[in-house]
């Protein structure tokens, strides 16, 4: 188990030129099982070998989640364009899975894909986590107390002085 930030914590700076790729599908068959199922299945082992190769750019641990017929897999890469690399290279899992879903699946409506790519830039991103263990993008650039980068949002966000926090920090 991770150990537990208590109190407020922040994600250090370091975002820049890290990407947040989200990625997932839709179940919107269930009954056609056959058709949703190898799509299921080509994510884990695309995590596996991206976990077990760290120079093609997957930082930290990716995190799954699961709301009804979504499955969504957060992640977090170095670049833009390792995760661009990694998606067309003809020597990895990726590419395969692809081109199946499309020669096989591709519109007939059984199952929705979807990814979207978020370049992160320490000027576009705040973050602050309460008594969590490192998580998101702390769990990749390391986490620093709240304080240290600001008390509120807009400090975090600006490094602008802003009114006082809303809540007493703790």
């Known amino acids: 188990m991770a150990a537990m930030n208590k109190g407020r914590y922040s994600a250090d700076v370091g975002a820049d030129g890290k990407v947040l790729f989200l990625i997932g599908m839709r179940i919107n068959q269930l009954w056609r099982f056959w058709k ?9 082992r695309m995590l596996i070998e991206l976990q077990k190769n760290s120079s093609l750019g997957l ?5 799954t989640y699961l709301s009804g ?3 969504l897999v957060w992640q977090y890469w170095a670049s833009f364009e390792q995760l661009e690399a990694y998606s067309k290279s003809q020597a ?3 590419l395969p899975a692809w081109r199946s879903f499309n020669r096989k699946v591709r519109d007939n409506g059984s199952v929705g894909i979807f990814h979207e790519t978020i370049m992160l830039s320490d000027a576009t991103v705040e973050t602050v986590y309460g008594n969590m263990p490192a998580f998101g993008l ?9 304080g240290r980068r ?5 400090t975090r966000l600006t490094g602008a002085a802003s009114e006082a926090p809303a ?4």
Not at 36 to 44: C, I
Not at 150 to 154: E, K, S
Not at 167 to 170: A, E, G, I, L, Q
């Open 92 to 94: 990895a899992q990726h």
């Open 69 to 71: 017929r979504t499955v």
């Open 138 to 146: 702390a769990a990749v650039t390391g986490a620093v107390p709240a």
């Open 59 to 63: 930082v930290g641990k990716p995190r």
């Open 36 to 44: 949703w199922l190898p799509v299921f299945v080509a994510m884990p």
């Open 167 to 170: 809540v007493d920090p703790y």
């Open 150 to 154: 600001g008390q509120t949002a807009r």
